[in-house]
Nanobody, 124 residues
Framework: QVQLVESGGGLVQAGGSLRLSCVAS????????MGWFQQAPGKEREFVAL????????RYADSVKGRFTISRDNAKNMVYLQMSSLKPEDTAVYYC?????????????????WGQGTQVTVSS
């Protein structure tokens, strides 16, 4: 199975940018379709973005379209989430997730493996 570790979170002012990274170990990342999810305090884990195994297809939550970009580098076993024009409502723990099967679903249940998460806090 694959192990995932996120990094890159932190405190940023509204309007700022962050790039989250997710490194995979144990299995080759190109075997998996990848997603990013966010979970704010007291809320359920919500879909942010996904990217297909070879990076051909992407999908975004409406709330982040035009502001966030998901990408991957299979040679480095890395997935990224570039976040720009950040808003206080983007504050959450962000999780990287891997799915064996291709999915365009926004459901967290479609993903098989999860990282521990990285905190993103956007101040107003």
């Amino acid at each position: 199975q694959v192990q995932l570790v996120e990094s890159g979170g932190g405190l940023v002012q509204a309007g700022g940018s962050l790039r989250l990274s997710c490194v995979a170990s144990g299995r080759t990342l190109s075997n998996y379709h990848m997603g990013w999810f966010q979970q704010a305090p007291g809320k359920e884990r919500e879909f942010v973005a996904l990217i297909s195994r070879l990076g051909v297809s992407t999908r975004y939550a409406d709330s982040v379209k035009g502001r966030f970009t998901i990408s991957r580098d299979n040679a480095k076993n890395m997935v990224y989430l570039q976040m720009s024009s950040l808003k206080p409502e983007d504050t959450a723990v962000y999780y990287c997730a891997a799915s064996v099967k291709y999915t365009t679903s926004t459901s967290a249940n479609e993903y098989d493996y999860w990282g521990q998460g990285t905190q993103v806090t956007v101040s107003s």
